[in-house]
């Protein structure tokens, strides 16, 4: 039985609880600001969505003109939320079919964390279909272009600290694709012909210092000193004994996870000393590519003094999406 959206729900699966605070956001935005609720799902839809009354006069209607008409439009909006892009068309006709003909605006929305940059050309059948058949505007959206959209309207800064958090729960759970943006520096010293010469980073998987955050770019760093970067294909582990792996994630979805584990064996049977290592414990192999030379440099005084340090929106900040382009920003610069 359905349940009216609240701060404080009774929901324990993940998807039911990530619905819920998206449905919580956009509740708080409709009651602060019905005109900036608007604003968001007209940018969402791509489409003039009025839904505020309209305030006229001298209105001519069918069999009289009123001094004064107040008419407000009507509307429904479903959300499909998923935690994972696994939207299946019987599920999308059954919402298609929930709507009532005498609506204003029907609109269906699949939110996910999409790896895709264009969701709505994997859609693109099901969208003319349900506009065509049933009159129902269909929007694929990314939870990164929905909380994108509620941080340009107009709102108070009390909901915008409660998006702050919004973002800060999805990030934490990686629904948004910061990993699409994100540098990860790693202080290998002992290793760095690894990485240099062999396009490969290893270390246990034992958690702690060794958790790694999903990142596209990676950064083998020595003597105060990033000289490449990397993209990441992949993270494979490889288990104890290196005759069973799985992968972690992939950045790269068209390399078959078969591939990418065997790619992984691979590199590792080329060190002696790895193959020696991977009897003892599971291994992370961080397969490396695009090694472009950049001389990032460590300016402040002292070494790097933990074992790795992110720099989450650096690709973004500098509108790069691939290594070349983001080693041309950073040819020369320093950090701290």
Not at 119 to 147: H, N, V
Not at 192 to 210: L, Q, S
Not at 236 to 246: A, D, F, K, S
Not at 263 to 269: D, F, P, T, W
């Amino acid at each position: 039985m359905g349940q009216e959206i609240s701060l404080f729900n009774d929901y324990r699966t993940k998807e039911n609880i990530l619905s819920n605070h998206c449905g919580v956001v956009l509740k708080l935005l409709y009651e602060e600001n019905p005109r900036s609720f608007e604003e968001a799902i007209s940018n969402l839809t791509s489409q003039d969505f009025m839904i505020s009354p309209s305030f006229k006069q001298q209105i001519k209607k069918k069999d009289s003109t009123p001094d004064i008409v107040i008419e407000q439009k009507s509307f429904t909006i479903f959300f499909e939320t998923k935690t994972f892009d696994w939207f299946y068309k019987n599920q999308i006709d059954r919402h298609l079919k929930g709507f009532k003909n005498d609506t204003t605006y029907n609109v269906l929305f699949l939110l996910c964390n999409f790896e895709i940059d264009n969701p709505e050309e994997k859609f693109q059948s099901q969208i003319s279909e349900a506009y065509d058949r049933y009159g129902i505007t269909l929007c694929p959206i990314s939870f990164e272009t929905l909380i994108g959209v509620l941080e340009t309207v107009e709102t108070t800064e009390n909901f915008k600290a409660f998006l702050d958090e919004f973002r800060s729960f999805l990030e934490r759970n990686n629904y948004l694709p910061t990993w699409k943006y994100m540098l990860d520096i790693v202080n290998c010293a002992s290793t760095i012909h690894e990485v240099h010469n062999h396009d490969v980073y290893m270390c246990p998987d034992t958690g702690g210092k060794y958790k790694h955050r999903r990142a596209l770019f990676f950064g083998g760093y020595k003597s105060k000193n990033v000289k490449f970067i990397h993209e990441i294909k992949a993270l494979v582990v490889i288990e104890q004994g290196g005759r069973t792996g799985r992968v972690v994630w992939k950045n790269f979805n068209d390399a078959p996870s078969e591939d990418l584990i065997q790619e992984a064996k691979n590199r590792l049977n080329q060190f002696d000393y790895r193959k020696s290592e991977i009897q003892e414990r599971d291994l992370q192999v961080f397969l490396l590519q695009n090694p472009v030379e950049v001389n990032f440099r460590k300016s402040s005084d002292g070494g790097l003094y933990s074992s790795k340090k992110y720099f989450r929106f650096i690709a973004k900040e500098h509108g790069a999406k691939n290594s070349m382009e983001l080693a041309e920003k950073l040819a020369g610069e320093t950090w701290k």
